[in-house]
Every structure is written in structure tokens, then in C-alpha cells.
């Protein structure tokens, strides 16, 4: 990267805090870009246990993640108990009409979620790690508390689109405090379908939330999502490897197909701050009473190196 950085865009600092104007830059766009966060051995690191943990998954539970609300999901055992474990999710157009992969196994999943942050070593130690802590404690999160992690794999010519959203429509605490970081794994272009996002945190509107009306189990979103949005005026985030992109729980964001031939894959993680707020219990991620949330500490995972 050349030494002028884009409006939105900074560079890492040494403990990974972030300085008052880039806060203030934070706060008013909803999203930064902070260039050189990872190392490039992190993004190896990360990309080599991915790629393990699908060589390693059967597929024998097929579940296929999409943003948009297909009845698919609403009744999907698998996704809703994810927030507990690491699970794989195929790209819907992983299959053909008959349910046969038409794609090799490797080159088939959208992503893996939701706990990678807590029961993977090499994913724990950067979503712990000291600079995160730092990165989070700069932005005023007192206790900051990872949530949910995905890795998403956005695969050549069949990655999907994630269609326009808010982050706290899904990951919800009273008060709002959802924030989440998104880390290129590989460089990004439009082509490889980067994130887009629309400058602004508006109120969040719209909540998924789960219910367990006589005893069955079912999503339902209330509220609706902001109907003046101008998708032309997103900023593309073209971004380059190691560059972590700050998202509000409450900015717009979304990201095009993969029409390339190349991969984009990133590493997301969501926090909040348990400090100040309560994870609500119609969350459709919810831990089990044996596996609870635990916030970030200032010294890092016991596993990391960063
Ligand atoms: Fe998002």
C-alpha cells in the first residue's frame, strides 16, 4: 500500500490500539480499515486450520447458510446449535438439482462457524490476543466478549452474495453493543466479492430472534430493516491481506458473488461488552449453561503468540 490511505482506512499501530481521530473516524463512518493488523505467518495460520477442518468434516449433516430467509434455515437443528461448536455450511450452489456436490468437497463451504474463537487454538489466539484486546479497549469496550466467529471461504465462481444487513439484527444485547471485526485473509477485489459498506450506523430496526411457541422451535424477525438504503453509495473494501476491517454492530454492509477465480477468505469475529450490556435470550446463538461466553483478558490466550 502506498503511504496516503483512503478516507476510512488506517494503519495497524504496534499494540493495536487505535488513535482518538481514527476512533472518531470509526464512530461516524460505522466501519475502519486498519491495514497491516496480522502478520502474514496469522493469515497462514488460520487459512492452514480451515483448510484442515474441512479436509476433516463428513458431510453427512448438510446444511446450506444463506442470509437471505429461506425457510431452510428457520428449521435448521444444525445452524442453531453452531454457536456451540465448529461446523461447516455449504454454498447453496455447492449442489445440483439431485443434492449431488458439484464441486470438489474443498471448494464447497461458505464458511465454518460459530465457535472457532473458543475451540480452536490457532483462531482462539488471534481472536484473544493481546492487540484485540488493545484494538477493543481504544474503541471504549470495557469487557470486550467474543460471541460468535466465522470463517468464511467465499470459493471461486460459486462464493454467495450477503445481502445488505446490520450486524445487531442478528447478534443482539440490551443495550446494543454488537461490534464486529472482519479479517482479510487473502487480498480483496470486487471481483472476489470484498465488503461493501454504507457509511453511518442508523438504528437497528430489525431483530431475528427466536421463539418456542408450544414447544417447537422458530425464527422470526421483528421490526423492519432501513427501506431508504442507497446500495450505490458503498464504499467497495478493496482491501488488502492482513487488513481488519472494523464493523459497528449497526452499519450496512454486504458483499457481491465471487465471480472470479479466486478465493477471498476472511475470518470474522463478533463481540460485545458485557461490561454494560445483556446477551439477549431470543438470540438465535445461544450457549450452552456448560459452555458460557467468556470476555477477552489483557494479556492475551495462553495459546498466543501475538
Ligand atoms: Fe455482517
Same mark, same amino acid.
Given at each position: 500500500?502506498?503511504?496516503?490511505? !483512503?478516507?476510512?482506512?488506517?494503519?495497524?499501530?504496534?499494540?493495536?490500539?487505535?488513535?482518538?481521530?481514527?476512533?472518531?473516524?470509526?464512530?461516524?463512518?460505522?466501519?475502519?480499515?486498519?491495514?497491516?493488523?496480522?502478520?502474514?505467518?496469522?493469515?497462514?495460520?488460520m487459512?492452514?486450520r480451515?483448510?484442515?477442518i474441512?479436509?476433516?468434516?463428513?458431510?453427512?449433516?448438510?446444511?446450506?447458510?444463506?442470509?437471505?430467509?429461506?425457510?431452510?434455515?428457520?428449521?435448521?437443528?444444525?445452524?442453531?446449535?453452531?454457536?456451540?461448536?465448529v461446523?461447516?455450511?455449504?454454498?447453496?450452489?455447492?449442489?445440483?438439482?439431485?443434492?449431488?456436490?458439484?464441486?470438489?468437497?474443498?471448494?464447497?463451504?461458505?464458511?465454518i462457524?460459530?465457535a472457532l474463537h473458543d475451540l480452536d487454538p490457532a483462531f482462539r489466539?488471534?481472536?484473544?490476543?493481546?492487540?484485540?484486546?488493545?484494538?477493543?479497549?481504544?474503541?471504549?469496550?470495557?469487557? !470486550?466478549?467474543?460471541?460468535?466467529s466465522?470463517?468464511?471461504?467465499?470459493?471461486?465462481?460459486?462464493?454467495?452474495? &450477503?445481502?445488505?444487513?446490520?450486524?445487531?439484527?442478528?447478534?443482539?444485547?440490551?443495550? !446494543?453493543?454488537?461490534?464486529?471485526?472482519?479479517?482479510?485473509?487473502?487480498?480483496?477485489?470486487?471481483?472476489?466479492?470484498?465488503?461493501?459498506?454504507?457509511?453511518?450506523?442508523?438504528?437497528?430496526?430489525?431483530?431475528?430472534?427466536?421463539?418456542?411457541?408450544?414447544?417447537?422451535?422458530?425464527?422470526?424477525?421483528?421490526?423492519?430493516?432501513?427501506?431508504?438504503?442507497?446500495?450505490?453509495?458503498?464504499?467497495?473494501?478493496?482491501? !488488502?491481506?492482513?487488513?481488519?476491517?472494523?464493523?459497528?454492530?449497526?452499519? &450496512?454492509?454486504?458483499?457481491?458473488?465471487?465471480?472470479?477465480?479466486?478465493?477471498?477468505?476472511?475470518?470474522?469475529?463478533?463481540?460485545?461488552?458485557?461490561?454494560?450490556?445483556?446477551?439477549?435470550?431470543?438470540?438465535?446463538?445461544?450457549?450452552?449453561?456448560?459452555?458460557?461466553?467468556?470476555?477477552?483478558?489483557?494479556?492475551?490466550?495462553?495459546?498466543?503468540?501475538?
Amino acid at each position: 500500500m502506498s503511504s496516503k490511505l !483512503p478516507e476510512g482506512w488506517t494503519r495497524a499501530s504496534k499494540d493495536g490500539s487505535l488513535s482518538q481521530s481514527d476512533v472518531e473516524a470509526y464512530e461516524s463512518k460505522g466501519f475502519l480499515a486498519i491495514v497491516d493488523f496480522a502478520s502474514d505467518d496469522e493469515c497462514a495460520r488460520m487459512r492452514s486450520r480451515a483448510e484442515a477442518i474441512v479436509a476433516e468434516f463428513e458431510p453427512e449433516t448438510i446444511s446450506i447458510f444463506s442470509t437471505g430467509e429461506n425457510q431452510k434455515r428457520t428449521t435448521d437443528a444444525y445452524f442453531l446449535a453452531s454457536g456451540n461448536n465448529v461446523s461447516c455450511f455449504f454454498e447453496e450452489k455447492a449442489f445440483d438439482g439431485t443434492g449431488a456436490l458439484v464441486v470438489d468437497k474443498t471448494k464447497s463451504i461458505n464458511k465454518i462457524g460459530h465457535a472457532l474463537h473458543d475451540l480452536d487454538p490457532a483462531f482462539r489466539a488471534f481472536s484473544r490476543s493481546r492487540k484485540v484486546y488493545a484494538l477493543l479497549l481504544s474503541l471504549g469496550v470495557r469487557e !470486550p466478549t467474543p460471541v460468535q466467529s466465522m470463517y468464511i471461504f467465499k470459493n471461486p465462481k460459486i462464493g454467495g452474495a &450477503v445481502t445488505p444487513h446490520q450486524d445487531s439484527t442478528f447478534l443482539n444485547t440490551e443495550p !446494543p453493543t454488537c461490534l464486529g471485526i472482519w479479517l482479510a485473509l487473502e487480498d480483496c477485489t470486487v471481483e472476489n466479492g470484498c465488503l461493501f459498506a454504507i457509511e453511518g450506523t442508523p438504528e437497528v430496526t430489525r431483530h431475528m430472534e427466536v421463539d418456542y411457541p408450544g414447544g417447537t422451535r422458530e425464527i422470526r424477525f421483528t421490526g423492519a430493516a432501513p427501506d431508504d438504503l442507497d446500495l450505490s453509495s458503498a464504499t467497495a473494501l478493496e482491501v !488488502p491481506k492482513g487488513t481488519l476491517v472494523l464493523l459497528h454492530g449497526s452499519n &450496512v454492509h454486504f458483499s457481491r458473488e465471487n465471480t472470479s477465480a479466486h478465493s477471498r477468505h476472511a475470518y470474522s469475529v463478533h463481540y460485545i461488552d458485557s461490561s454494560r450490556a445483556k446477551w439477549r435470550e431470543t438470540n438465535w446463538l445461544q450457549r450452552d449453561a456448560s459452555f458460557p461466553f467468556a470476555p477477552l483478558t489483557p494479556d492475551g490466550d495462553v495459546h498466543s503468540t501475538a
